[in-house]
């Protein structure tokens, strides 16, 4: 199945619903950070619902969220933005933590901390809100921070299923916000509708879609806007690297020339490495004066 994300209206235009496949992009993410499995779940739940409040957003709008946890994970960086491309890295690729049960124990891999969303609406400045991690298993937090501090009452549901051998076998999820208006006999429908459906990722395994999904919650009772195809998209450059390279100022590039000779930098996102010479350092110091 292709990864792809649906917006609908329901419940007579008082709840809006976003329900996406990922399970290709957050097996390319696993494949190029060497996830191990708790990660792998960890990121890939961040990296949906990323791309997700990505899709609630306008033309060239930005956002990044960064998960800032005391767990063995480390830290988390997705930036997404409203057309669907999405990348991120975590601080420690290679976590595999489990509950008695068998379960991955996300919530202990993240530990506790912060949430931070920074929006780039593409105006004079960029707008950051942060909230509390309050389970650390990311769908919970994502949907306290929609609470907290944006005052959108939101049900998230952020689901990603490992194998032995740490592929990714599906990935999903969705995120519910109700709309003023909606009636509280509503809310508790979709309450006891969302506590009986199956797991996220069982139900992208099963071969649900994201059409499926949301006919899981409302019964029929919506309207299906827009599908938007969603890819894992870096636009790292090696001119960007150069730009960065030449940030650092002539002094400390002529001490890198001095000492190393050569530079190799890395892209944190999709793990791409750009290399630098004797002669392109030498360049590099000359446009800095």
């Known amino acids: 199945m292709k990864d792809y994300l649906v917006k609908a209206y329901a419940f007579e235009g008082t709840v809006r619903i976003y329900a996406a496949n990922t399970t290709n992009l957050v097996s390319h993410a696993q494949e190029i950070h060497d996830l191990w499995p708790t990660s792998a779940a960890a990121l890939g739940r961040l990296l949906t619902g990323g791309v997700i409040m990505g899709a609630m957003y306008k033309k060239d709008d930005e956002l990044t969220i960064r998960l800032d946890g005391d767990g063995s994970i480390g830290g988390m960086v997705v930036t997404t933005n409203a057309h669907g491309d999405v990348r991120g890295y975590v601080s420690n690729p290679h976590v595999f933590l489990q ?36 389970t650390g298993e990311i769908a919970e937090d994502l949907a306290y921070y929609f609470t907290v501090s944006e005052q959108i009452p939101s049900a998230v ?11 990714i076998i599906a990935s999903g999820g969705f995120i519910l916000q ?103 350092i030498k360049s590099l110091i000359e446009e800095t004066k």
Do not use: W
């Open 99 to 134: 509950y008695n049960s068998g379960k991955l124990n996300v919530g202990q891999a993240v530990g506790n901390g912060q949430i931070h969303i920074t929006k780039d609406l593409k105006v004079r400045d960029m707008f950051t809100s942060s909230s509390e991690i309050q």
């Open 178 to 280: 109700i709309m003023p208006g909606c009636k509280e006999e509503t809310i508790q429908l979709i309450e006891e509708r969302i506590s009986q459906i199956k797991p996220v990722s069982q139900m992208i395994e099963e071969g649900l879609t994201p059409e499926n999904i949301i006919a899981e919650i409302t019964k029929g009772d919506h309207q299906f806007l827009e599908e938007l195809p969603l890819k894992y998209t870096c636009n790292c450059s090696r001119e960007k690297f150069e730009k960065g390279l030449i940030s650092l100022g002539e002094e400390q590039l002529t001490e890198i020339l001095q000492e190393d000779g050569q530079i190799e930098t890395n892209c944190h996102f999709c793990n791409t490495k750009y290399h630098f010479n004797k002669e392109e």
């Open 157 to 167: 549901g952020l689901g990603v299923l490992v194998n032995d051998d740490n592929s």
